[in-house]
């Protein structure tokens, strides 16, 4: 690994600064998420709603104090000549699974990643509706999961911390994402699974960041990628996955992911325990 500019210390900081700010856009989506809201489209029909401008403008007013620039989803993009030089950045989803929010089903998720000469450094997702913090980094080797509330302080959220893991269940091979998303080469890597491990495949259905996450603490084994995300959609997942262990691969490559490209589209890809 080359020599990272920040120290673990400095990163713990940080670190600390991104649950600070997932929790704080948690409450703020979570009081919209009750009562009835409008939904806009974007350019690219994606849908949006307040709960996406509101998140965006509470994580930008708690991370720009570090001083360390922010590429969010609901934020104008800088063109790449401005951001080549970036050293390190943030990269931010405020409202992933804004399909999810709309629904009503709880599986959506704030999104927080520092991401250093393109690697992800640490992460942190938070599902608030379901209470459920992820965070982790390189320096710990560890990904940890709490059971917070948005209004919980950093102290109450080291208490509720216990580690993650991934682990494999003996019996069946569980291969999460969505079932709207099986498609040719999604069908393919299930069939490859099933020559490689002679287990039954389960597909687990699941929204937003959150199939990152499950390969992570072990409640799944793989989670194939093949259709469209952004580096905002991957990002702190990518993180949390590398401190425990994990790779998340690009499709036909031992590579893993990149981030603060030219095009800030991701390649398929592949997070696997193996």
Known sequence: ????????????????IAIEAVLAAGSVIIEIYNKDFK?????????????????????????KKTLIPIISEESRQLPYEARKDWQCCWIVDPLDGTKEFIKKNDEFTVNIALVEDGKPLMGVIFA?????????????????????NSGDSLETVRNNSVPIAPK??????????SRSHMNDDTLLFVDQLKEKTNQKIDIISKGSSLKLCLVAEGSADAYPRFAPTMEWDIAAGHAI???????????????????NKENLLNPYFSVTND
Not at 128 to 141: I, K, Q, T
Not at 243 to 257: I, P, T
Request: hydrophobic fraction near 35%; proline fraction near 2%.
């Open 1 to 16: 690994m080359s020599q990272l500019m920040f120290s673990k210390k400095e990163i713990l900081k940080l670190q600390d």
């Open 39 to 63: 939904v806009a489209f974007k350019e690219d029909e994606s849908p949006l709603t307040i709960a996406d401008q509101e998140a965006n403008v509470k994580i930008e007013q708690i991370l």
């Open 128 to 148: 608030p509706a379901l209470n459920e913090l992820y965070y982790g980094n390189v320096f710990d080797s560890k990904g940890y999961k709490a059971k917070v």
């Open 168 to 177: 494999k269940d003996q019996e069946v091979y569980r291969v999460v994402g």
């Open 241 to 259: 996955c590398n401190a425990v262990g994990l790779k998340v691969r690009q499709q036909n490559s031992d590579g893993e992911l990149q981030y």
